[in-house]
């Protein structure tokens, strides 16, 4: 996506389009995985601080254009959610590889509330794998 695309987007939402806010935007668009504050951070050195890489990243969760991901360690990570198609992740437990898995079954959703007794609706579900990757574990064989 071009820079003058992720303006006229910002611009969509509601947002100022500051360099900050873009370079934030380009970062995540060139992310393959899911990315953590910190190393958005550091990606992005000098457009914006820390501090204001959450503020953001928050505003832009709550405005759909990026998606907050727990992947159990305490940290949020983000990733672009704009014309991304709904996916979940497998996540190695020993170096924290991120990759994306592909397909959702909307029968997932179906069987939860089949097994539910108090829901009716499901609007949104996440869903990651934990595991090792290939390297890790030809590592921990040796």
């Known amino acids: 996506m071009k820079t003058s695309d992720i303006?006229?987007?910002?611009?969509?939402?509601?947002?100022?389009?500051?360099?900050?806010?873009?370079?934030?935007?380009?970062?995540?668009?060139?992310?393959?995985?899911?990315?953590?504050?910190?190393?958005?951070?550091?990606?992005?050195?000098?457009?914006?601080?820390?501090?204001?890489?959450?503020?953001?990243?928050?505003?832009?969760?709550?405005?759909?254009?990026?998606?907050?991901?727990?992947?159990g360690n305490a940290k949020s990570y983000y990733e672009f959610a704009v014309d991304r198609k709904h996916h979940h992740h497998i996540v190695c437990t020993d170096c924290g590889r991120i990759e994306d898995v592909k397909g959702c079954s909307e029968a997932l959703d179906k069987t939860a509330l089949k097994a539910s007794t108090s829901f009716s609706a499901i609007q949104s579900h996440s869903l990651e794998f934990f595991g090792l990757c290939r390297p890790c574990t030809k590592k921990s064989v040796r």
């Open 7 to 71: 303006t006229t987007l910002l611009r969509a939402k509601g947002f100022r389009a500051t360099q900050g806010k873009i370079a934030l935007i380009a970062a995540l668009l060139d992310s393959p995985s899911p990315e953590s504050i910190e190393t958005l951070a550091g990606k992005i050195k000098g457009a914006l601080d820390a501090a204001n890489v959450y503020r953001s990243l928050e505003s832009f969760v709550a405005a759909g254009l990026v998606r907050r991901i727990d992947l």
